[in-house]
């Protein structure tokens, strides 16, 4: 059994609002969507080499499911958590995967869910990169769960940004840990052909000058009342919202948000214009690098998803040296029940008919 955190669990997103004249409306957003009951994951941290308290959630295997080579970790997307990928038992991949008989790991990246967070009190500030989620988190994280399996490697699952850092881990710390990827709505840069994205981009630069962090796990906790897949026009960035049920919508805008800090978010946002994602320092090009990914890849799309849009993830499997790689695209005109938004594809009401036996043969054939 993996070792408990030395640091005692902090309190989820939904009740740590940014401002406390908002508390009690962050409450009331949290308390009225409440994440159904199920079994719980076994908790427990890993240190990074730069000092960070990282959360690991344990699913383990029912009795008498078969034997597995090697465990799965799942990592949720941008300012999230695992409840990203876990919001409800009946649709949580995570979940289908450890009856299946993997042990599963649902991990949560530095600031967010029972990851250490930032704070007045705390030796860390909000001034992480997407570069400490690759070389910290990330390695930190791959080598505590490899080090239990008998092959020493381990299956990643990322969802959005969970795929973007496993695309900087393969390049910059190498491939050999990594048994199988499977990357969902994962682009190599920021979309920008929506005006909403352009609007953000040029804002952006004002935001980073005044903020440190995103309050994005505080909005979302106010706004869980209002989060319906079908009222806001907007929203249809994240979602179809004919594959997204209005309670699920609910419970991910109040428990599966989180703060974020504006470097991380900011190389995200700048990388659209550029068409290119750059470290912090400038020095490293991920998406230049993607040719140094030779793990075998999966990659999922939605034919509606605004974010990672299937010609992006088409750039990945054009760019990357894996010998061994597929695209899978979720749209009616290949049979499916809809064509796929961004979340829906690891929450939308068909994802666990459709997308998650098709992760799991992947995963299966690859163990």
Do not use: K
């Not at 730069?50 to 799942?74: E, F, K, M, N």
């Not at 990246?109 to 967070?117: A, I, M, V």
């Not at 040029?202 to 319906?228: E, M, Y």
């Amino acid at each position: 059994m993996p070792p408990t955190a030395s640091a005692p669990p902090r309190p989820s997103a939904c009740r740590r609002p940014a401002l406390w004249a908002l508390l009690a409306l962050a409450l009331v957003g949290c308390g009225a969507f409440p994440v159904p009951s199920a079994p719980a994951p076994t908790l427990w941290h890993v240190t990074t080499s730069d000092g960070w308290q990282i959360a690991l959630h344990r699913l383990d295997p029912p009795p008498g499911a078969p034997a597995r080579r090697a465990p799965v970790i799942v990592c949720h997307g941008i300012a999230s958590n695992r409840y990203n990928l876990d919001i409800t038992p009946s649709a949580s991949l995570p979940r289908g995967l450890a009856q299946a008989g993997y042990t599963v790991h649902m991990l949560e990246l530095r600031g967010g869910g029972e990851s250490e967070q930032p704070g007045w009190f705390s030796d860390h500030q909000w001034t992480y990169s997407f570069d400490d989620y690759v070389l910290q988190d990330l390695p930190a994280a791959i080598e505590a769960v490899a080090a239990q399996s008998p092959s020493g490697q381990v299956h990643w699952v990322g969802h959005s940004m969970g795929g973007m850092v496993l695309y900087g881990y393969l390049q910059r710390v190498g491939n050999g840990r990594i048994r199988s990827a499977t990357a969902l709505g994962s682009p190599p840069y920021a979309p920008t052909h929506l005006a909403s994205l352009r609007a953000v981009a040029a804002l952006w630069p004002l935001a980073r000058a005044l903020f440190t962090r995103a309050p994005s796990g505080s909005l979302g906790a106010l706004g869980a009342p209002v989060a319906a897949p079908a009222r806001d026009p907007l929203l249809h960035v994240l979602w179809n919202p004919d594959n997204l049920a209005p309670a699920v919508a609910r419970r991910l805008a109040a428990h599966a948000t989180e703060d974020i800090s504006t470097v991380a978010v900011g190389q995200l946002v700048d990388s659209g214009p550029a068409r290119r994602l750059r470290s912090a320092d400038g020095r490293w090009d991920y998406t230049a690098n993607l040719a140094r990914i030779t793990a075998p890849l999966l990659l999922v799309a939605g034919a509606a998803d605004a974010l990672g849009r299937p010609a992006l993830l088409m750039q990945v499997y054009d760019a990357i040296a894996s010998a061994d790689r597929q695209v899978r695209v979720f749209a009616r005109a290949h049979g499916d029940r809809h064509d796929y938004g961004h979340l829906d594809l690891v929450v939308g009401d068909a994802a666990a008919a459709e997308v998650f036996p098709v992760v799991a043969r992947w995963i299966d054939a690859h163990d």
